[in-house]
């Protein structure tokens, strides 16, 4: 024991402590490096972090903007326009709203564009676009010309229903759509056109009694929404919104597709003609079905997917080019004797007669419309109720941007009592639906 306590006091040769100082400076090294790489490292994500949240705060306030002259153009378009409807037919200011947008949130090219077809100058005009890299824009359409889902829902308003019921089996009538129905869902289940009507009048109203189209107790509601492997219950109330309806019993993707733009759940019950837009011609088809008279029910053009699109198709050209539907009166006109209704409108509008226009052997002369039935489902006047889509984009680098949209719902005719402005203009209209994505 001795003899090793002596091994170890004795001094260690200078040929064994050679490089200790080398190590001890790498190891050094090796620490500072980690910490500068991990510093640097958090550093990069917090600017990057910054800069992510500095430019979508610059794209949110661009999309906030398109909102705001969109809300200025319905203004100009409900206190203005809309009171000289009659003389100056049914213009919308909304349809040129992608391009005057673009006077405020598109870049120099589109300004200067958009100038010249005005004939004036944009770049000699202060106040026009939003800096380089930045830009707005913002779609504008009418929700009165959809169908709401909502007027089967709440309280048990039979007549509503049988209303709602009656547009929703005309409008999955044509044969084009057999591919939708009485096909198996992934649940296990079967559903005809008829048992897709009744489920969405059944998931809005607030009772458990299945919908029956007489009138008479149908039995309880039962369309096992909890036997799938994401069992959930019915709503049996209002629709929050229009995408609620995928929940409902038959209906998936496929649906979607083909009748989701043709349905609301914002407005009134009844669809207003004149914002029927050409491209939802399914809809006005629908309604010719749904409010025929019982008499024309074996017309051919109603038995007939190709004449019943066309008829729908030609009643909302005549009426874009005639100026718009004026009364409901006028309506039916249009869809009895096409040719007739343009001619009396060209008649009206130039204080001469003219000879009607002759009807092509190609399109479907007319239908016969039940006024009762059509005043039960169609209005005609001008809008209310606004869908808003606006985006405010930033562009960082030339791979790298960021998009902010939001799309919000305005009804402007409603009273808002929550506004403290002085000036009763201010308290008229209101906010239905607000999402930022």
């Known amino acids: 024991m001795r003899a090793l306590w002596r091994r170890l006091q004795r001094p260690v040769p200078m040929s064994r402590q050679r490089g200790i100082a080398l190590i001890v400076v790498i190891v050094v090294i090796s620490v500072l490096a980690a910490v500068l790489n991990d510093f640097g490292y958090h550093s990069t994500v917090d600017l990057e972090a910054a800069a992510n949240a500095r430019d979508r705060m ?36 909304a349809e040129f709203a992608p391009y005057l947008i673009k006077a405020f949130g598109g870049d120099a090219d589109e300004r200067a564009g958009l100038g010249s077809m005005l004939g004036f100058n944009s ?15 913002l779609d504008m359409t009418a929700e009165d010309g959809k169908l709401n889902l909502n007027c089967g829902g709440g309280l048990n308003d039979q007549p509503r229903q049988q209303i709602l019921y009656g547009v929703l089996t005309a409008l999955f009538f044509p044969p084009t759509y057999n591919s939708l ?55 049996n109330n209002f629709f929050d919104t229009a995408e609620e309806v995928n929940l409902v019993r038959g209906i998936g993707d496929e649906f979607w597709g083909s009748f989701g733009e043709l349905l609301t759940v914002y407005g009134g019950c009844k669809v207003n003609a004149s914002a029927i837009t050409p491209e939802h011609w399914p809809l006005m088809a629908a309604i010719l079905r749904a409010t025929i008279k019982d008499s024309e029910k074996q017309n051919p053009i109603l038995l007939s997917d190709e004449l019943m699109g066309q008829m729908a198709q030609q009643v909302l050209g005549l009426a874009k080019m005639s100026g718009g539907f004026t009364n409901v009166g006028q309506f039916i006109q249009m869809v009895t004797d096409p040719a007739g209704a343009l001619a009396s409108k060209d008649t ?36 209310r109720i606004w869908r808003l889509d606006a985006t405010g984009h930033i562009q960082r680098t030339k791979l790298r941007s960021v998009d ?31 999402r930022i994505e």
């Open 404 to 434: 902010v949209h939001i799309r919000a719902v305005w009804d402007s005719q409603h009273f808002n009592q929550n506004n403290n402005s002085p000036d009763p203009n201010d308290r008229m209209g209101t906010w239905l639906f607000w």
């Open 348 to 383: 009206s509008s130039s204080g001469s007669s003219s000879n009607p226009p002759p009807s092509s052997g190609n399109k479907p002369s007319g239908l016969q419309l039940d006024p009762v039935k059509v005043g039960k489902v169609v209005n005609i006047g001008p809008r």
């Open 58 to 93: 610059r794209a949110e306030l661009l999309a906030r903007s398109a909102i705001n002259l969109g809300r200025l153009l319905i203004k100009v378009q409900t206190t203005l326009i809309d009171k000289f409807r009659a003389q100056a037919g049914d213009f919308q200011i």
């Open 123 to 137: 770049s000699s005009m202060k106040g026009l676009g939003v800096g380089k890299g930045a830009s707005f824009d």
């Open 181 to 235: 129905f009485d096909v198996t869902d992934p649940d296990g289940q079967v559903s005809s056109r008829d048992d897709v009507a009744k489920a969405i009048v059944d998931w809005a109203d607030i009772d458990t009694q299945k919908f029956s189209a007489d009138g008479k107790s149908n039995g309880n509601e039962d369309y096992r929404y909890d036997v799938g492997r994401d069992p959930f219950k019915e709503h």
